[in-house]
């Protein structure tokens, strides 16, 4: 995560890539259920953080540098649940017994949106740009205001924002102080 970003505008073709490839994670039933709202360019990206980020409701002010503002491209991956709901009614799925949001038994809709949330950030990186992924916040009212100011349909869900941009010097996250866990207490071999 990159948290501070130079003021330059990212070339049209790398937005245009960042956001084909949005669309290439895998979902079940290939249902697809993901949106984005995408604000591209400094004019839109400031109209976002008065949404994403307002002084009082300022999201993780401790890591996050002034130049996050500078971020040229700001993408906000939306689930979307009732296009899961809708495609395990189909004929070929139904066998399943789905028929709401309560009968999955991990809520597919998240799971795919944050898929095709690391393929915007892979994109990124892969381009030679810096990406800063964080939630909506900080109380749960900050959704529903977010989702007014947009005109967003009750259906979606912002599951958080990324922030795109040339990297710029940003400190590393107090977080990272914990380390990365060894990896021979994460992996379990045949049995736990
Ligand atoms: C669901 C989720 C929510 C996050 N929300 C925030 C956030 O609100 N603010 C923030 O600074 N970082 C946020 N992060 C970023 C993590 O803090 C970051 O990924 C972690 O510190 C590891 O750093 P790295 O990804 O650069 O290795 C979030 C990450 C995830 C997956």
């Not at 749960?140 to 941009?165: L, Q, V």
Request: glycine share 8%; hydrophobic share 35%; net charge negative.
């Amino acid at each position: 995560m990159v948290r501070a970003f130079e003021p330059r505008p990212i070339p049209k073709e790398v937005v245009e890539r960042i956001l084909d490839n949005a669309q290439r994670g895998p979902s079940s039933g290939y249902s697809q259920g993901f949106d984005f709202l995408v604000f591209d360019g400094r004019e839109m990206t400031n109209i976002s953080w008065r949404h994403l980020a307002s002084e009082e409701e300022s999201h993780e002010p401790s890591n996050t540098e002034d130049e996050v503002v500078n971020a040229s491209l700001i993408i906000v991956p939306l689930a979307h649940s009732q296009a899961y709901v809708r495609r395990y009614l189909e004929p070929d799925k139904k066998h399943f017994g789905r028929k709401s949001e309560e009968d999955w038994p991990a809520p597919y809709w998240f799971i795919d949106t944050a898929f095709a949330s690391m393929l915007v950030l892979l994109t990124a990186v892969d381009a030679g740009l810096g990406a800063y992924y964080f939630s909506i916040g900080p109380t749960s009212k900050s959704i529903p205001i977010f989702k007014n100011a947009f005109g967003i349909p009750d259906e979606y869900y912002p599951i958080g924002a990324i922030a795109i941009g040339y990297p710029g010097e940003s400190k590393p996250s107090p977080s990272l102080k914990r380390g990365k866990r060894p990896k021979s207490e994460v992996m379990h071999f045949g049995k736990w």
